[in-house]
């Protein structure tokens, strides 16, 4: 970095600085996108969120303090959608621990296959999350589902389930393709810890006769629990603000039973044009964010493992 | 013996998991595939063809609809996106792995906290700026905005990628006299050129990927990209027509399956390093 601000410099000054300068200036294009594009906007939803900004009303928008969260407070519907949020945000994210953990544990066993095997096991991930979703929405479908066809032929019921049709079905309907969409991840990542936990522990184990359960719980499960709670946590923020695998499957329906925070901003900011009130409803994301990142960042301080 | 029955077990426990992931897939193949009076008959068995199977949900799709455009247009961003993310991401990891000062380090924070940022917290106030900028409907909107889904990760990449180049290499052509912008690219760039196709892969596939954004930007159907046509465009009002829309599901995975193929191995090596070791 040698513009003219450094002429007017000492050339001592000017010797120290150079570097950092370099540095900053290599940074800065990252930096300012960063800011311009998050930290703005961010700022602009608080903004936005205290005031009554409409897609429809050209003036600029006008300050009302917290009567959009006021508003949201009594909100029937955005109750429901926190409600069905945690619900959603737990159960996929235990399922995806589940998958995933099972997963990792049968292709480390493999001798012989694991690439072919991890490559089948990867592709929910890897496919464009909304086109597989549709691929889900007919495999749903109330008259031509293959599951009901299963059902219905094996004798196991008489008429076909209402996947997305019916509250409590819809809701884990969207957990399970949630969690078909990422338990690859959680399994590759887990995988990775596998490989990574020293024999001798389990040769130790085996001179001491600890047996198969007994090596899982108190050697596998222990060494895991770092890549754990990052999987955990990462995945808490991303299943927690999960947009496309509900949007296309229920729209948050039926009634509202799968309206989650995402969806509901969706519909009452860009549908319906209440910008101000979708600010708010994406601000209550924000607790969420803020304990996960710290916990987060305060894990990766103890263990560079991500 | 022992070992052969083990093997056995493990598979008779992975076959059901691979079922489960791969089925919807194979169901997008029948589906596209079937003629018409085989998908909706329902005395057929649904799992193979009843009757000869047909391209002409394909011939549809690329003929009747705007697929090759919608196609055209994720293609177009996907490549641009993964382009500036190398630009921007190159010389920062750079400079976060050889300068440590506060001011890095915090950069360096910021960047990893800005990754954990969700788009459904900023998708309201950016459709908003983008519409002061005229940007509404227009792809630049989204070559734009996706960059900050894929710098902040393809940064800390880098970083990681970069501390394993030796320094004596940079003060080696330092002393030739090499100014930054001609080491990062006699010397960096040569060296990195495994890690730069993977950042690039990686923010193709990210990009090809995204939803909410797009479809929160994009609402005329000559500028979606392909995952948002699909589940507006093909659907028109509450009609499915399910061979078409299975073949341009089917056909827009084809990209990112083939890009993270080519990546699946650093990525794959890249996290399970620790086995080697």
Redesign the interface.
């Known amino acids: 970095?040698t513009g003219w601000p450094m002429r007017l410099l000492s050339p001592l000054a000017r010797k120290r600085l150079a570097?950092?300068l370099?540095?900053?200036a290599?940074?800065l294009?990252?930096?300012l996108?960063?800011s311009l594009?998050?930290?703005?906007?961010?700022v602009?939803?608080v903004y936005?969120a205290l005031s009554d900004?409409h897609i429809r009303r050209l003036r600029s928008p006008a300050f009302v303090g917290f009567e959009n969260f006021l508003l949201l407070l009594e909100d029937e519907t955005f109750w429901r959608a926190v409600q069905n949020t945690f619900v959603f945000t737990f159960s996929a994210v235990i399922l995806k621990i589940g998958?995933g953990l099972?997963?990792a544990l049968?292709?480390f066993?493999?001798?012989g296959g694991r690439a072919p095997?991890?490559?089948?096991?990867?592709?929910?991930w890897?496919?464009?999350?909304?086109?597989?979703?549709?691929?889900?929405?007919?495999?749903f479908d109330t008259?031509?589902s293959?599951i009901n066809?299963l059902l219905i032929h094996t004798g196991l019921m008489t008429s076909g389930l209402v996947f997305l049709g019916e509250p409590t079905l819809a809701m884990m309907s969207v957990v399970l393709v949630n969690a078909?969409r990422s338990f690859?991840f959680f399994g590759?990542?887990i995988?990775?810890g596998l490989?990574?936990i020293p024999r001798s522990l389990y040769e130790a184990a085996e001179v001491d006769g600890a047996t198969g359960w007994r090596r899982f719980r108190y050697i596998t499960l222990p060494m895991l629990r770092v890549v754990l709670l990052i999987l955990v946590l990462?995945s808490m923020?991303?299943t927690?603000?999960e947009?496309?695998v509900i949007?296309?499957l229920t729209r948050g329906g039926p009634a509202d039973a799968t309206q989650v925070?995402?969806t509901l901003?969706?519909q009452r900011?860009?549908l319906s044009g209440n910008?101000g009130e979708?600010?708010a409803i994406?601000l209550f994301?924000?607790p969420v964010?803020l304990v996960?990142?710290i916990a987060?960042?305060r894990l990766?301080g103890k263990d560079p493992a991500p | 013996m022992h070992r052969k029955s083990s093997t056995f077990f493990t598979w008779l426990l992975l076959v059901p998991l691979l079922i489960f992931a791969l089925f919807p897939f194979y169901w997008m193949t029948l589906t596209a595939l079937k003629q018409d009076a085989d998908l909706y008959a329902s005395t057929n068995n649904p799992f193979w063809f009843g009757m000869a199977p047909t391209l002409d949900h394909v011939r549809f799709l690329l003929t009747e609809t705007r697929f090759l455009r919608w196609f055209a247009n994720s293609m177009i961003v996907g490549l641009c996106v993964a382009g500036i993310t190398v630009l921007v991401a190159l010389p920062g990891g750079y400079a976060l792995s050889r300068y440590n000062f506060a001011l890095s380090r915090a950069l360096g924070i910021g960047m990893f906290v800005s990754y954990l940022v969700p788009q459904a917290l900023l998708f309201i106030p950016l459709s908003r700026m983008l519409n002061d900028l005229g940007l509404r409907d227009s792809l630049f909107a989204l070559i734009l905005v996706y960059p900050t889904l894929t710098v902040p990760f393809c940064t800390w990449f880098m970083m990681g990628y970069l501390r394993a180049i030796p320094r004596q290499l940079d003060e080696a052509a330092r002393l030739d006299g090499c100014s930054t912008v001609s080491l990062l690219l006699r010397v960096i760039v040569p060296l990195a050129k495994p890690g730069i196709v993977t950042i690039a892969l990686y923010s193709f596939v990210v990009t090809w990927q995204e939803y909410l954004y797009a479809i929160t930007f994009i609402s005329a159907s000559e500028s979606k990209p392909l995952p948002v046509a699909a589940t507006t465009d093909l659907i028109r009002g509450d009609v499915y027509f399910w061979g078409p829309l299975m073949a341009a599901a089917l056909l827009g995975s084809v990209p990112t399956v083939i890009f993270f193929a080519f990546l699946s191995k650093t990525f794959v090596a890249g996290m399970t390093k620790g086995a080697v070791k």
């Open positions: 970095m570097p950092h370099t540095g900053v290599l940074l294009p990252g930096f996108l960063v594009l998050i930290a703005w906007p961010f602009a939803s936005l900004a998958l099972a997963m049968l292709l066993r493999l001798r095997a991890t490559a089948g096991l990867l592709l929910p890897v496919a464009p999350i909304a086109l597989s979703v549709i691929a889900w929405v007919w495999i008259q031509f293959p066809w078909w690859p590759l990542m995988l990775a490989i990574g990462y923020i991303f927690f603000n947009f496309a949007h296309v925070f995402s901003a969706f900011g860009i910008i979708a600010a994406t994301f924000l964010f996960v990142s987060m960042l990766s």
